[in-house]
Protein backbone atom coordinates (compact mmCIF):
# COMPACT_ATOMS: atom_id res chain seq x y z
CA UNK A 1 0.00 0.00 0.00
CA UNK A 2 3.18 2.18 1.05
CA UNK A 3 4.21 2.12 -2.61
CA UNK A 4 0.84 2.69 -4.25
CA UNK A 5 0.34 5.63 -2.39
CA UNK A 6 4.22 6.73 -3.32
CA UNK A 7 3.40 6.05 -6.72
CA UNK A 8 0.05 7.86 -6.82
CA UNK A 9 1.97 10.79 -5.52
CA UNK A 10 4.56 10.53 -8.16
CA UNK A 11 1.40 10.39 -10.98
CA UNK A 12 0.00 13.30 -9.26
CA UNK A 13 3.30 15.35 -9.38
CA UNK A 14 3.87 14.20 -13.10
CA UNK A 15 0.53 15.48 -14.00
CA UNK A 16 1.06 18.97 -12.71
CA UNK A 17 4.54 19.54 -14.06
CA UNK A 18 2.91 18.21 -17.76
CA UNK A 19 -0.25 20.51 -17.40
CA UNK A 20 2.78 23.01 -17.65
CA UNK A 21 4.15 21.00 -20.50
CA UNK A 22 1.38 21.20 -22.57
CA UNK A 23 0.13 25.26 -21.98
CA UNK A 24 3.55 25.97 -23.16
CA UNK A 25 3.08 23.80 -26.02
CA UNK A 26 -0.40 24.97 -27.22
CA UNK A 27 0.73 29.13 -26.44
CA UNK A 28 3.49 27.92 -29.07
CA UNK A 29 1.14 26.81 -31.62
CA UNK A 30 -1.12 29.87 -31.14
CA UNK A 31 1.46 32.20 -30.65
CA UNK A 32 2.99 30.93 -34.42
CA UNK A 33 -0.01 30.09 -35.96
CA UNK A 34 0.72 26.43 -36.33
CA UNK A 35 -2.96 24.62 -36.85
CA UNK A 36 -3.68 27.62 -39.55
CA UNK A 37 -0.43 26.26 -41.40
CA UNK A 38 -1.16 22.56 -41.26
CA UNK A 39 -4.34 23.33 -42.79
CA UNK A 40 -2.80 25.01 -45.30
CA UNK A 41 -0.48 22.61 -46.39
CA UNK A 42 -3.52 20.15 -46.20
CA UNK A 43 -5.23 22.30 -48.89
CA UNK A 44 -1.91 21.91 -50.95
CA UNK A 45 -1.63 18.27 -50.98
CA UNK A 46 -5.43 17.86 -51.37
CA UNK A 47 -5.38 20.28 -54.82
CA UNK A 48 -2.35 18.81 -56.35
CA UNK A 49 -3.19 15.09 -55.19
CA UNK A 50 -6.65 14.88 -55.92
CA UNK A 51 -7.93 17.84 -57.41
CA UNK A 52 -5.71 18.24 -60.50
CA UNK A 53 -6.12 14.88 -61.29
CA UNK A 54 -9.54 15.30 -62.07
CA UNK A 55 -9.24 18.31 -63.72
CA UNK A 56 -9.03 18.98 -67.36
CA UNK A 57 -6.03 20.30 -68.39
CA UNK A 58 -7.55 23.72 -69.12
CA UNK A 59 -9.02 24.07 -65.90
CA UNK A 60 -6.07 23.34 -64.20
CA UNK A 61 -4.14 26.11 -62.13
CA UNK A 62 -2.07 27.07 -59.49
CA UNK A 63 -2.88 25.80 -55.87
CA UNK A 64 -2.36 29.13 -54.02
CA UNK A 65 -5.55 30.94 -54.81
CA UNK A 66 -7.71 27.72 -53.89
CA UNK A 67 -5.71 27.40 -50.76
CA UNK A 68 -6.48 30.97 -49.84
CA UNK A 69 -9.95 31.15 -50.51
CA UNK A 70 -10.40 27.45 -48.74
CA UNK A 71 -8.34 28.41 -45.69
CA UNK A 72 -9.30 32.17 -45.38
CA UNK A 73 -12.13 33.17 -42.27
CA UNK A 74 -15.03 34.24 -43.37
CA UNK A 75 -14.83 37.20 -40.14
CA UNK A 76 -11.19 37.89 -41.87
CA UNK A 77 -10.67 41.71 -41.10
CA UNK A 78 -7.56 44.02 -41.63
CA UNK A 79 -5.57 44.44 -38.83
CA UNK A 80 -5.56 47.70 -37.21
CA UNK A 81 -3.23 47.22 -34.52
CA UNK A 82 0.08 45.17 -33.30
CA UNK A 83 -2.21 43.55 -30.79
CA UNK A 84 -4.78 42.93 -33.83
CA UNK A 85 -2.34 41.05 -35.78
CA UNK A 86 -1.51 38.79 -32.91
CA UNK A 87 -4.80 37.39 -31.90
CA UNK A 88 -7.19 37.81 -34.72
CA UNK A 89 -6.26 35.27 -37.11
CA UNK A 90 -6.59 35.92 -41.11
CA UNK A 91 -6.95 32.39 -41.65
CA UNK A 92 -8.31 29.19 -40.61
CA UNK A 93 -7.17 26.50 -37.94
CA UNK A 94 -10.08 23.61 -39.02
CA UNK A 95 -12.00 22.94 -41.68
CA UNK A 96 -15.57 21.02 -41.12
CA UNK A 97 -16.30 18.69 -43.76
CA UNK A 98 -19.79 20.60 -44.81
CA UNK A 99 -18.12 23.81 -44.53
CA UNK A 100 -15.22 22.23 -47.23
CA UNK A 101 -17.67 20.94 -49.72
CA UNK A 102 -19.31 24.72 -49.70
CA UNK A 103 -16.38 26.58 -50.25
CA UNK A 104 -15.28 23.64 -53.08
CA UNK A 105 -18.23 24.84 -54.54
CA UNK A 106 -17.62 28.22 -54.81
CA UNK A 107 -13.86 27.31 -56.20
CA UNK A 108 -13.18 27.44 -60.27
CA UNK A 109 -11.96 24.14 -59.81
CA UNK A 110 -15.66 23.08 -58.42
CA UNK A 111 -17.03 24.91 -61.28
CA UNK A 112 -14.94 23.06 -63.58
CA UNK A 113 -15.74 19.46 -62.16
CA UNK A 114 -19.67 20.18 -62.31
CA UNK A 115 -19.37 20.97 -65.72
CA UNK A 116 -17.89 18.07 -66.59
CA UNK A 117 -19.92 15.84 -64.47
CA UNK A 118 -23.27 17.48 -64.51
CA UNK A 119 -25.18 15.50 -66.80
CA UNK A 120 -24.38 11.88 -64.63
CA UNK A 121 -25.66 12.77 -61.47
CA UNK A 122 -24.63 9.44 -59.36
CA UNK A 123 -20.75 9.98 -61.34
CA UNK A 124 -21.26 13.59 -59.55
CA UNK A 125 -22.29 12.12 -55.99
CA UNK A 126 -19.12 9.85 -56.29
CA UNK A 127 -16.62 11.91 -57.05
CA UNK A 128 -17.62 14.12 -54.49
CA UNK A 129 -17.45 11.07 -51.88
CA UNK A 130 -14.16 10.79 -53.05
CA UNK A 131 -12.76 13.71 -52.40
CA UNK A 132 -14.42 14.14 -48.90
CA UNK A 133 -12.87 10.83 -48.37
CA UNK A 134 -9.18 11.98 -49.67
CA UNK A 135 -9.97 15.39 -47.79
CA UNK A 136 -9.81 13.20 -44.73
CA UNK A 137 -7.89 10.76 -44.73
CA UNK A 138 -4.81 13.49 -45.92
CA UNK A 139 -6.31 14.97 -42.96
CA UNK A 140 -5.88 12.07 -40.60
CA UNK A 141 -2.13 11.90 -41.63
CA UNK A 142 -1.53 15.86 -41.07
CA UNK A 143 -3.14 15.38 -37.17
CA UNK A 144 -1.02 12.26 -36.97
CA UNK A 145 1.93 14.61 -37.95
CA UNK A 146 0.83 17.69 -35.87
CA UNK A 147 0.19 14.98 -32.93
CA UNK A 148 4.22 13.20 -33.13
CA UNK A 149 5.81 16.41 -33.34
CA UNK A 150 3.86 18.33 -30.46
CA UNK A 151 4.95 14.79 -28.40
CA UNK A 152 8.45 15.03 -29.45
CA UNK A 153 8.43 18.98 -28.49
CA UNK A 154 6.73 17.96 -24.95
CA UNK A 155 9.76 15.46 -24.19
CA UNK A 156 11.94 18.33 -25.01
CA UNK A 157 10.70 21.16 -23.34
CA UNK A 158 9.80 18.57 -20.28
CA UNK A 159 13.65 18.26 -20.36
CA UNK A 160 14.47 21.51 -19.91
CA UNK A 161 11.91 21.97 -17.13
CA UNK A 162 13.53 19.19 -15.16
CA UNK A 163 16.57 21.05 -15.32
CA UNK A 164 15.65 24.64 -14.60
CA UNK A 165 13.56 22.63 -11.64
CA UNK A 166 15.99 20.16 -10.34
CA UNK A 167 13.06 17.31 -11.00
CA UNK A 168 14.72 14.19 -9.62
CA UNK A 169 12.74 10.92 -10.17
CA UNK A 170 14.79 9.14 -7.80
CA UNK A 171 14.49 11.62 -4.59
CA UNK A 172 11.07 12.53 -5.73
CA UNK A 173 10.30 8.68 -5.23
CA UNK A 174 12.21 8.18 -2.21
CA UNK A 175 10.28 11.66 -0.38
CA UNK A 176 7.05 9.90 -1.19
CA UNK A 177 7.88 6.72 0.13
CA UNK A 178 8.92 8.89 3.58
CA UNK A 179 6.80 11.59 4.19
CA UNK A 180 2.60 10.52 4.62
CA UNK A 181 2.07 14.26 4.99
CA UNK A 182 2.91 15.42 1.61
CA UNK A 183 1.32 12.02 0.19
CA UNK A 184 -1.38 12.68 1.88
CA UNK A 185 -1.45 16.35 0.33
CA UNK A 186 -1.01 15.36 -3.21
CA UNK A 187 -4.16 12.79 -3.61
CA UNK A 188 -6.70 15.24 -1.84
CA UNK A 189 -5.52 17.65 -4.39
CA UNK A 190 -5.93 15.45 -6.91
CA UNK A 191 -9.48 15.23 -8.00
CA UNK A 192 -9.72 19.31 -7.44
CA UNK A 193 -6.71 19.43 -9.70
CA UNK A 194 -8.35 17.65 -12.43
CA UNK A 195 -11.54 18.84 -12.54
CA UNK A 196 -9.90 22.15 -12.39
CA UNK A 197 -7.88 21.93 -15.86
CA UNK A 198 -10.31 19.97 -17.70
CA UNK A 199 -12.95 22.91 -17.03
CA UNK A 200 -10.32 26.43 -17.72
CA UNK A 201 -9.16 27.41 -20.97
CA UNK A 202 -5.51 26.78 -21.42
CA UNK A 203 -4.81 30.60 -20.99
CA UNK A 204 -5.87 30.18 -17.41
CA UNK A 205 -4.63 26.49 -16.62
CA UNK A 206 -1.07 27.16 -15.96
CA UNK A 207 -2.20 30.07 -13.08
CA UNK A 208 -4.33 27.00 -11.76
CA UNK A 209 -0.89 24.71 -11.63
CA UNK A 210 1.54 27.04 -10.92
CA UNK A 211 -0.81 28.19 -7.58
CA UNK A 212 -0.44 24.31 -6.45
CA UNK A 213 3.04 24.15 -6.80
CA UNK A 214 3.63 27.12 -4.44
CA UNK A 215 1.24 25.50 -2.47
CA UNK A 216 3.02 21.73 -2.72
CA UNK A 217 6.38 23.93 -2.19
CA UNK A 218 4.97 25.19 1.34
CA UNK A 219 4.76 21.45 2.31
CA UNK A 220 8.50 20.74 1.96
CA UNK A 221 7.98 19.83 -2.24
CA UNK A 222 11.15 18.33 -3.36
CA UNK A 223 12.11 19.93 -6.35
CA UNK A 224 13.93 22.89 -7.10
CA UNK A 225 17.25 23.70 -6.63
CA UNK A 226 17.40 24.58 -2.74
CA UNK A 227 17.57 20.88 -2.50
CA UNK A 228 21.64 21.59 -3.65
CA UNK A 229 22.05 18.03 -5.11
CA UNK A 230 26.00 19.42 -5.54
CA UNK A 231 26.05 19.03 -1.87
CA UNK A 232 25.26 15.48 -2.17
CA UNK A 233 27.19 14.74 -4.65
CA UNK A 234 30.41 16.16 -2.96
CA UNK A 235 29.70 13.90 0.46
CA UNK A 236 29.23 10.44 -1.53
CA UNK A 237 32.30 7.91 -1.62
CA UNK A 238 31.99 8.58 -5.54
CA UNK A 239 31.28 11.94 -6.44
CA UNK A 240 31.76 10.86 -10.17
CA UNK A 241 29.28 8.24 -10.32
CA UNK A 242 26.56 10.19 -8.00
CA UNK A 243 26.66 13.33 -10.15
CA UNK A 244 26.33 10.82 -13.32
CA UNK A 245 22.98 9.13 -11.40
CA UNK A 246 22.15 12.78 -10.82
CA UNK A 247 22.08 13.83 -14.16
CA UNK A 248 20.58 10.60 -15.63
CA UNK A 249 17.51 10.81 -12.85
CA UNK A 250 17.03 14.00 -13.87
CA UNK A 251 16.60 13.41 -17.90
CA UNK A 252 14.35 10.49 -17.23
CA UNK A 253 12.28 12.64 -15.41
CA UNK A 254 12.48 15.50 -18.48
CA UNK A 255 11.18 12.13 -20.41
CA UNK A 256 8.60 11.29 -17.78
CA UNK A 257 6.91 14.90 -17.28
CA UNK A 258 7.29 14.82 -21.74
CA UNK A 259 4.89 11.90 -21.85
CA UNK A 260 1.77 14.86 -21.27
CA UNK A 261 -1.44 15.24 -18.85
CA UNK A 262 -3.54 12.23 -20.22
CA UNK A 263 -0.80 10.13 -19.89
CA UNK A 264 -0.78 10.72 -15.94
CA UNK A 265 -4.52 11.20 -15.65
CA UNK A 266 -4.81 7.81 -16.87
CA UNK A 267 -2.06 6.18 -14.50
CA UNK A 268 -3.16 8.00 -11.93
CA UNK A 269 -7.06 6.90 -11.89
CA UNK A 270 -5.68 3.42 -12.08
CA UNK A 271 -3.62 3.62 -9.18
CA UNK A 272 -6.33 5.06 -7.59
CA UNK A 273 -8.12 2.09 -8.49
CA UNK A 274 -5.62 0.22 -7.31
CA UNK A 275 -5.75 1.97 -3.80
CA UNK A 276 -9.28 2.02 -2.98
CA UNK A 277 -9.85 6.09 -4.18
CA UNK A 278 -12.21 5.35 -6.13
CA UNK A 279 -14.08 3.14 -8.82
CA UNK A 280 -13.45 2.12 -11.94
CA UNK A 281 -14.64 4.75 -14.40
CA UNK A 282 -15.17 3.52 -17.99
CA UNK A 283 -14.03 5.72 -20.98
CA UNK A 284 -17.06 6.99 -22.23
CA UNK A 285 -17.93 6.65 -26.23
CA UNK A 286 -18.19 8.96 -28.29
CA UNK A 287 -21.55 9.19 -30.41
CA UNK A 288 -21.83 8.68 -33.83
CA UNK A 289 -19.97 11.61 -35.82
CA UNK A 290 -22.78 13.71 -37.57
CA UNK A 291 -20.27 15.01 -39.73
CA UNK A 292 -19.60 11.54 -41.51
CA UNK A 293 -19.68 12.02 -45.37
CA UNK A 294 -23.29 11.35 -46.93
CA UNK A 295 -23.64 11.06 -50.62
CA UNK A 296 -26.78 12.67 -51.09
CA UNK A 297 -26.00 15.78 -48.63
CA UNK A 298 -22.57 16.40 -50.45
CA UNK A 299 -24.38 17.01 -53.96
CA UNK A 300 -26.86 18.70 -52.76
CA UNK A 301 -24.58 21.34 -50.49
CA UNK A 302 -22.69 21.00 -53.60
CA UNK A 303 -24.76 22.11 -56.35
CA UNK A 304 -26.84 24.51 -54.02
CA UNK A 305 -23.20 26.62 -54.04
CA UNK A 306 -22.62 26.14 -57.58
CA UNK A 307 -26.51 27.45 -58.81
CA UNK A 308 -25.97 30.22 -55.88
CA UNK A 309 -22.54 31.44 -57.59
CA UNK A 310 -23.72 30.63 -60.87
CA UNK A 311 -26.89 33.18 -60.34
CA UNK A 312 -24.69 35.67 -58.81
CA UNK A 313 -22.35 36.15 -61.63
CA UNK A 314 -25.71 36.71 -63.94
CA UNK A 315 -26.81 39.46 -61.70
Not at 95 to 103: D, V
Not at 308 to 314: D, E, P, V, Y
Request: proline share 4%.
Amino acid sequence: MLWIEAALAFAITMMILSTVVTVIIETGHRLFRVREKYLQALMQRLHSDVLIPLLPASEQRNADPFVHEMTTSAFAANPRTALDRIINSRYLTKLPKREFMRRLGAMPEGLALYQEHSAKRNELASLLEYITTRFDEIGNGASDYFKRRAALYSIIIGILLAFMLNINTLHLFETFLGAKDLRTVLVEKADKLEQLIQAQPESEQLNAVTQSLRELQRNQFPIGWQQSPWLTIRGTDNPVLSAICWLLSVLLSGILIGLGGPFWFDTYRKLGVLAGLHQWRAIELKGVNQDSPNREEWLALFEQTIKANQLRILS
